[in-house]
């Protein structure tokens, strides 16, 4: 778990700056990947507990909504009885406003995240800091699993924007080398494997869709040097093109990460499937004449924003199958709800779901949006807005951003819509490329 005892006493710094618990949750999860059945039910169970009685007494969306059902807290009894509540969606919590969040928490006290966007609803969260120690401990132990030790060298891949003084120090410490994903094209890629094959690190951790163009980049210039214990990648879908290309390119596995709105809900282990975290309860809701499910979440610690049967919009398979790696953990065989292709322009960037989700989730009057490329000289943006007329004032600024985004050589057309609408599959796609090749390398 750790690479020496000084990177475990480093762990334990950064917690105490920063108020967190990171080293004691992930503790705790590497110690419950052995636990049986029954003690991992208590264990759940009692967050659960304690997360409905805060959700009624702190939460005021929550206690309306049970109230106008009928519904106390004291009649879920175990997981069974979690269907008794309402189902909660994404559009709920943006109409709730502040009544979503719990009363007894100072706002300045809670950290704001962002969904990354991959389903087309830029979405903005909120969490307490032990949830969020939570939260990152998920992320690691999805390292760890791929064979990192904390210590060891690793690569984030990813937008994160400027990054503050206190950030790159923190880089520093945990041996992170940050590479933004601002701008994918052959002169950055060519920047990012220079610098790579310098640090030599033993992890990669980056976006599904950013990997695989860098990927490919890799294997059409013949550059091998780049040799990780694995790559892990999170927020967009693994494809299995996606994986063949990142474990060709790099000589490793790929393992994936599977989250949504700050909460930690599965790791890919070595069998290839995905087991739910145990502060995460999953529940899966059959769709008629498919093999897919809904995906219905609880996450048991986030009690500042608490999400309690939330339809995180996306779709899963399930098996019977008893892996002897996580005994007690759910077993998800494959998330198959996202689908998102890559935007390609004029002068061979390429734009994956988190560029255009960076853009879009800074105005509050879309509620949806889907990219359309028939061509490589244009895209077409749909948007559904929140309430009739929000984006008005907006549009003009938009496409401004959108021109920077694309480099200034693309026809952009934004058009409002009613809704947009999801194809049978369940599978929504919001980047839908009719010419996506990766071309240009």
């Not at 030790?149 to 945990?174: H, I, M, N």
Request: hydrophobic share 40%; with cysteine.
């Amino acid at each position: 778990m750790y690479r020496n005892k000084f990177s475990k006493w480093l762990l334990n710094i950064g917690d105490i700056s920063r108020g967190w618990s990171v080293n004691d949750c992930l503790t705790q999860l590497i110690r419950m990947e052995r636990v049986g059945s029954d003690q991992l039910q208590d264990f759940k169970l009692q967050l659960l507990k304690n997360l409905l009685l805060n959700a009624y007494d702190q939460v005021s969306l929550y206690r309306n909504l049970w109230q106008n059902a009928g519904i106390s807290p004291e009649a879920i009894k175990d997981f069974s009885d979690l269907k008794k509540l309402p189902v909660m969606t994404k559009k709920m919590f943006v109409d709730a406003g502040d009544n979503c969040l719990n009363k007894s928490y100072p706002a300045r006290s809670l950290i704001v995240g962002r969904s990354s966007g991959s389903t087309g609803h830029p979405f903005v969260y909120r969490k307490d800091p032990r949830h969020h120690s939570w939260f990152i401990a998920g992320a690691m132990h999805s390292w760890i699993t791929a064979g990192w030790k904390v210590g060891e060298s690793w690569v984030r891949v990813q937008y994160r924007g400027e990054l503050s003084l206190r950030a790159k120090l923190e880089d520093k410490v945990f041996n992170c080398t940050y590479l933004p994903i601002d701008e994918l094209s052959p002169t950055v890629m060519a920047q990012f494997s220079r610098k790579l094959e310098k640090t030599a690190p033993s992890l990669i951790r980056g976006y599904a869709g950013a990997m695989y163009v860098f990927a490919s980049y890799l294997l059409a210039e013949n550059k091998y040097a780049i040799r990780p214990k694995a790559v892990v990648t999170t927020g967009d879908t693994l494809y299995p093109h996606y994986r063949e290309a990142i474990e060709k390119a790099f000589g490793c596995r790929v393992y994936d990460a599977y989250g949504g709105e700050g909460i930690p809900i599965a790791n890919m282990y070595h069998d290839g499937a995905y087991y739910a975290l145990p502060i995460t309860h999953v529940e899966l809701e059959p769709l008629a004449d498919t093999k897919l499910a809904k995906v219905i979440i609880t996450s048991l610690t986030n009690a500042a924003m608490p999400f309690i049967r939330y339809d995180i919009g996306d779709m899963a398979e399930i098996d019977d199958f008893s892996s002897p790696a996580m005994l007690a953990w759910t077993r998800i065989s494959k998330i198959s709800g996202r689908d998102t292709d890559i935007v390609i322009t004029p002068n061979k960037r390429h734009l994956v779901c988190h560029h255009f989700n960076n853009i879009m989730r800074n105005y509050a009057g879309v509620n949806q949006f889907q990219i359309l490329q028939k061509e490589v000289q244009s895209i077409e943006i749909s948007l559904v807005e929140n309430q009739s007329g929000a984006m008005n004032a907006d549009k003009a600024q938009l496409h401004q951003q959108l021109t920077e985004l694309t480099g200034g050589e693309m026809d952009i057309r934004i058009k409002i819509v009613e809704e947009i609408p999801v194809p049978k599959s369940g599978k929504r796609r919001y980047i839908v490329s009719e010419i996506n090749k990766l071309a240009g390398f």
